[in-house]
């Protein structure tokens, strides 16, 4: 698949969380954006905090086995699927937006807007709102 960063879609711990975990209330939006991506032909792209940070909270959540359930099921879609080493520089720039006065903002989705912005990418599949706010389009 040839790699077009303007139409490449950031997959956020919120969305995995709740394509992953039955309970979530936003699994069967989750599986229905899924299958609507899965229709396109765009490069998925995430990052090794988001993933640090999602097999935490599925762990917690839903217990290891959906936690390697998931890491397999990552492992058979890395052909569409990039997963970007963060940078020093995008947890530098992490901070301009963690010192922000918004409630239960992230880290990680600090440093995902970090990426976001270094990579130039716009769209995001997530259920959290503070990505709309921070300015990118949620799919």
């Known amino acids: 698949m040839e790699f077009n960063i303007n139409e490449a879609i950031f997959l956020d711990t ?3 969380k709740a394509l992953i975990d039955k309970k ?3 699994h069967k939006q989750a599986v229905k954006k899924w299958k609507s991506i899965a229709q ?3 490069k998925l792209i995430t990052t090794n905090f ?3 940070e ?3 909270l599925v762990k917690v959540k839903c217990g290891l086995n959906a936690v390697i359930e998931f890491r397999n099921r990552l492992a058979a879609g890395l052909k569409r699927m990039k997963i970007i080493r963060t940078l020093l520089i995008d947890e530098e720039k992490a901070w301009d937006w963690f010192l922000k006065d918004w409630s239960n903002l992230s880290f990680t989705d ?3 807007f970090a990426v976001m912005e270094r990579l130039e990418l716009k769209r ?3 259920f959290d709102r503070h990505f709309s706010k ?3 389009t949620i799919v």
């Open 14 to 16: 919120a969305y995995f």
């Open 24 to 26: 979530d209330e936003f």
């Open 40 to 42: 396109k032909d765009v």
């Open 50 to 52: 988001v993933l640090d």
């Open 54 to 56: 999602t097999f935490t």
């Open 110 to 112: 600090c440093v995902s």
């Open 124 to 126: 995001v599949a997530t």
């Open 134 to 136: 921070a300015g990118f």
